[in-house]
């Protein structure tokens, strides 16, 4: 697809020369001889670049960039200047403005087309950083939401283990005052053994907790998620508990 390009120049002669000029160099010219009609012809077409005289008859060229500066659609459409004077107070204004270079007449057409193709060459460069920040914060987004997600998943699997381990030391407390009331030899043997595997099941609990780090990470989260993995603690803690209250005939 051709490059389009606005020309915006009140004398026909210069105008249509620029045109030419870019139609030769396979450019899509449009061109106006008022800058009124140019502004409304860039936020609806939203050319590749503007080429603007300074001196005209309804708007200058600095009014001009100044509306376009200000509309969203062509702020950062890059705009090169005409001017018949190479003053230093002219051009400090314009690049104030926002403008991205300068063509003093007359001008050869090599000074014209290289003038453009620089600005194109800057324009295609910046879009391409820009799409590459772009992809860089989709990113950190995702890197800072699976952040989030693998934190809230610790929290979650922290509290579900404090929880397991507060809930059983009740059972605990049941086991040991029935150790000390029974007083058949073959019970006491069993509430023993039921101590033991609680005991055992409160330190496998500990660890969990202690290497919760190393079991949740960026490559393992999905999983655990997908097959619902606190609910197969849940039952695994309930599985692992229930000796104290049926202890084996």
Known sequence: MAYQILVIEDEDVIRETIVELLAADQFAPIATDNGEEGI????????????????????????VLEQLRKQ???????FIFLTA???????REGMELGADDYLVKPFTQDELLRAVKTQLRKKSLLQTQVHSYHEEIKKLKKTNHQLQQRKQIQEE????????LRGNF?????????????TAEDKRNQ????????????????????NLHHVINSENMNFLQRY?????????????SNGIINPKP
């Open 40 to 63: 409304d012809i860039a936020i609806r077409e939203q050319p590749h670049l503007i080429i603007c005289d300074i001196v005209m008859a309804d708007l200058s060229g600095y009014q």
């Open 72 to 78: 969203a659609e062509t702020r950062f459409i890059p």
């Open 85 to 91: 004077k190479a003053s230093h107070q002219a051009y």
């Open 157 to 164: 699997m922290l509290k579900t283990l404090v929880e397991d």
């Open 170 to 182: 009740s059972k605990l407390t049941l086991a040991i005052y029935l150790l000390k009331t029974e």
């Open 191 to 210: 509430y023993l053994e039921v101590l033991e595997e609680e005991l055992k099941w409160k330190s496998q609990l500990l660890d969990k907790a202690s």
């Open 228 to 240: 619902k993995f606190f609910e197969a603690i849940d039952q695994d803690q309930e599985d692992g």
